[in-house]
Each structure stands twice: as structure tokens, then as C-alpha cells.
Nanobody, 128 residues
Framework: QVQLVESGGGSVQAGGSLRLSCAAYGSTSTMDYMGWFRQAPGKEREGVASLYHDGGTPYYADSVKGRFSISQDNAKNTLYLQMNNLQPEDTAVYYC?????????????????????WGQGTQVTVSS
């Protein structure tokens, strides 16, 4: 059974930075797609950034382009999200998600409904 464990959330002031980590356990093979999603109160869960394990151009939501950076360490089966210049509108619970090719592809990698495996979420709060 695949288990995703996130860490690194917290509270920062606007303009600050945080780095989220997501470690994958229990997978018998490298997850093809891994991504970060977030959900603010009263809003739908939205794709923030995602990555194919073999490289390629990552997906970023327009709202985070130029500020967030997704990366992975395949040897550690760990996904990261470096968040710089955080703004109050970035406040949300951030979730890590993963799945295999066939379930997720390059066209759907930003769609939360495509992913079966989810972490428990980590809160990010940005104050003005």
C-alpha cells in the first residue's frame, strides 16, 4: 500500500519561503506522476505543480509560476515544493499526490480527481 507523508508546512509572512517535502512509502516501483495540490477553505482542490518521474517540463498553475519550484529525488522517492515570495492567497492545506501512467498523463497531471494516492495534507498560512 502506497503511503505519502508530507512535511514542511507552517506560518510565514508575505514574501517568505517554505519548502514542502513528500516521502512515498510502500511503492514497488517509482510513481510515474507526483504532484502538489492545495485546498483553501470553501474552495475546490487545485493543482499547484506536478512532475513526471523521468523529467520533462513540470506543470505549474499560473498563480504560482515564477515563485514555486517542484523537484524530486528518485533515489529517496521524495517530492519537494520550494515556495518563494509567498502571498496570503497561497494560504491553504497542501497535499501531495501520486499515481502511475495510465491513470494520469501529461494532459491530466493537474487534475486532482485523477490521483488515487494522497498524503494527509500540511497547512501553509501566509499573513500579510
Amino acid at each position: 500500500q502506497v503511503q505519502l507523508v508530507e512535511s514542511g508546512g507552517g506560518s510565514v509572512q508575505a514574501g517568505g519561503s517554505l519548502r514542502l517535502s513528500c516521502a512515498a512509502y510502500g511503492s514497488t516501483s517509482t510513481m510515474d506522476y507526483m504532484g502538489w495540490f492545495r485546498q483553501a477553505p470553501g474552495k475546490e482542490r487545485e493543482g499547484v505543480a506536478s512532475l513526471y518521474h523521468d523529467g520533462g517540463t513540470p506543470y505549474y498553475a499560473d498563480s504560482v509560476k515564477g515563485r514555486f519550484s517542484i523537484s524530486q529525488d528518485n533515489a529517496k522517492n521524495t517530492l519537494y515544493l520550494q515556495m518563494n515570495n509567498l502571498q496570503p492567497e497561497d494560504t491553504a492545506v497542501y497535499y501531495c499526490a501520486a499515481d502511475y501512467l495510465g491513470r494520469v498523463n501529461s494532459a491530466t497531471r493537474h487534475e486532482a480527481r485523477k490521483y488515487r494516492y494522497w498524503g494527509q495534507g500540511t497547512q501553509v498560512t501566509v499573513s500579510s
